[in-house]
């Protein structure tokens, strides 16, 4: 019998002994999905013979001695906007409801060459940006801690999914946020890493210069193993970035003595005041790390609204450049909630754009000299617990500064942390940001903590 | 933002919005003014913004 819930890193270290089989372990997880994914929509498309197909294909190389490495497999979903061919590609939404690519996006073939098995697409915000809506061909993702509430976004779906052992880890994309809201709601570890760090090419776009791929799994490690395999230059996406990659897991030590961090508490108890029990989770978060050996020290960067205002001009107005013949065309295809997004994105000016853009350059050296004198920055990665699914706003994303949103006009790598359990039994979480290009000591920091604390022992219960 | 303005834009736009979302448009515009204002400051005439553009092959 296959555990309910296993880390990529435990299942994979089955596999290797030979105990666990990738069919077994495939089966097990398409089983799971049949019996609690109809309350949880995470979901859009499951592909259960081509997941069984690869998964017999990876337990012939796996026992005739040719094992790829961690996440040979593996099940893993795609977020539904990771293009994958002869495979609908939606956005999930109407207007790409027929869209089956010719190719695999870049960081699904590497998943894939890499062992992954695909058990499905996963639903998304419209085109990463219009959700929770229940307008669309499919219904919203939900929450398995509680399925009235909301799992984030706009990788609401891998959010679901990885937190209810669905699937052991999935892709996100985060422009504002879309990968950290989901995993600071739901529970997991996602890591949001430098822009340039994995490719973006067959990802469809919501605003270029803002557009981060990445990993969301269980644990830190998890997210390690999932970027080693993602990561890498790709000379298709002009914002790849030539740089090495390092063995991200090798760096997953366990110590951290001497790391110093930068609290920007300032972001979550004055500029977007956090709920209490997210104030204290990351109070005692800050303990766990000065008794690691860390040296945590008061950051003070401009108000979070101006950060939040750069990154949400650029984002609006990249996304309207994208979609506006489209909006003319068919306006009414889009859910309510994209298309009222994208129509108050034509009320921004050019000129107001650009300006966004020359902000952008001055919050990215501001950030960049704060950060000289430390290896980390730590903040909140959402206000409090996941909402009520029916209570997030149309224009939510403007009414409050977004926490995660600095770190995608830096283009520096961010990861959510679950610090806990509020009194409903509902994930708390951290962020984590990091300097250019040095996911690894993000990484590294979070795993430490994961392993101090009993966190990742805890499960949603769905089968109540 | 008055409504007009708004109308103006959505009109220029060429985006058929329903009345009842229109509304509702127009009573967040202020959102998109208050980070207008934000993102605009005072800075010098050079300032670059954070694109630029690289030759291809540069």
Known sequence: MVPDFLTIAEASTLIGKRELSPVELTESRLTRI???????????????????????????EIMAGNRRGPLHGIPIGLKDIYETKGVPTTGHS?????????RDATSVRRLTEAGAIVLGKLATHEFALGGPSFDLPWPPARNPWDTSRFTGGSSSGTGAAVAAGLVLGGTGSDTGGSIRGPAALCGLAGLKPSYGRISRTGILPLAFSLDHAGPMTWTAEDCAIMLQAMAGHDPADPASADVPVPDYRAALSGDVKGLRIGLIRHFYDDDNRAEEATRQGIAAAVKVFENLGCSVRELRLSPL?????????????????????????????????????????????GGD??????????????????????????????????????AVGKFATFERPMLTMPFNVTGTPAMSVCCGYSVAGLPLSFQLAGKPFEEATVLRAAHAYEKATPWRSAHPRLDH | MTRAEVETALARAGLEVPERERQEIAAVAHFIEEMAERVRGKRAMGAEPAHIFPPPGA
């Open chain 1, 353 to 390: 754009y650009v300006q966004a853009v020359r902000r952008r350059r001055e919050l990215a050296a501001e950030f960049a000299t704060a950060m000289a004198d430390l290896d980390l920055a730590l903040t909140a990665a959402a206000p409090g617990v996941a909402p009520a699914i029916d």
């Open chain 1, 34 to 60: 049949e019996r609690l994914d109809g309350k949880l929509h995470s979901f859009i498309r499951v592909l259960r013979e081509p997941a069984l197909a690869a998964a017999r294909a990876a337990e012939a």
């Open chain 1, 305 to 349: 609204a101006d950060w939040a205002a750069c990154g949400v001009m650029i984002m609006l107005s990249e996304a309207y450049a994208i979609h506006q013949a489209t909006l003319r065309e068919r306006f009414g295809d889009y859910g309510e909630m994209f298309r009222d997004r994208m129509a108050l994105a034509a009320l921004v000016t």
């Open chain 1, 94 to 102: 109407k207007v790409l409801i027929d869209h089956v690519p010719q």
